[in-house]
T-cell receptor, first 116, second 112 residues
């Protein structure tokens, strides 16, 4: 069964520090998709990135970057020069394609607090 | 752009009461989902639908029923509410299983 583990329950950093949020997943499928979502204190869920299992290229979007490594089944998220507005709960999620299992399984989330 | 709209935003029920949560999306998405979010548990899928007239069970379906009579609407029902169903409920939609899900703002439900 598919599974997503976010081992870091809570992280606290000082503004301008870099921070990496870890995500480890388990799947037997060859084709699958990985996602990151952000949930700020206001409560809504915001989509950040989608990555398919065949594309291991790292991605950078402004201060955000993602490192996908199939060899370690990880899809880590790094925020460079963190800001107070980055304070949120971040969820990693997995969608298996081949087996047709539950559409999306979420990790339990990592709460990031950025202190000014 | 409305996206995904959930009604109501807050509700307090007594144990044993019934209610229906409504989710509406205006993106013509095929897939719709209901999740519950509890502290420390992330989001857990209750039920989902892959198209009008279809529904399927997710990870935590017990105590809930759903219906999707129209493509744009997905209803979540609690027939006999229990305190264990106190949670924040999120509805989401996507064009396909591999596409990003768009979420509503959530419904905070308290059952006394």
């Amino acid at each position: 069964a598919q599974k997503v583990t976010q081992a870091q329950t809570e992280i606290s950093v000082v503004e301008k520090e870099d921070v990496t949020l870890d995500c480890v997943y388990e799947t037997r499928d060859t084709t699958y998709y990985l996602f990151w979502y952000k949930q700020p204190p206001s409560g809504e869920l915001v989509f950040l990135i989608r990555r398919n299992s065949f594309d291991e290229q790292n991605e950078i979007s402004g201060r955000y970057s993602w490192n996908f490594q199939k060899s370690t089944s990880s899809f880590n998220f790094t925020i460079t020069a963190s800001q107070v507005v980055d304070s949120a709960v971040y969820f990693c999620a997995l969608s298996e394609w081949d087996s047709g299992n539950t559409p999306l399984v979420f990790g339990k989330g990592t709460r990031l607090s950025v202190i000014a | 752009n409305a996206g995904v709209t959930q009604t109501p935003k807050f509700r307090v029920l007594k144990t044993g009461q019934s209610m229906t949560l409504l989710c509406a999306q205006d993106m013509n998405h095929e897939y719709m989902y209901w999740y519950r979010q509890d502290p420390g548990m992330g989001l857990r899928l209750i039920h989902y639908s892959v198209g009008e007239g279809t529904t399927a069970k997710g990870e935590v379906p017990d105590g809930y029923n759903v219906s999707r009579l129209k493509k744009q609407n997905f209803l979540l029902g609690l027939e006999s509410a229990a305190p264990s169903q106190t949670s924040v409920y999120f509805c989401a939609s996507s064009q396909d299983r591999d596409q990003p899900q768009h979420f509503g703002d959530g419904t905070r439900l308290s059952i006394l």
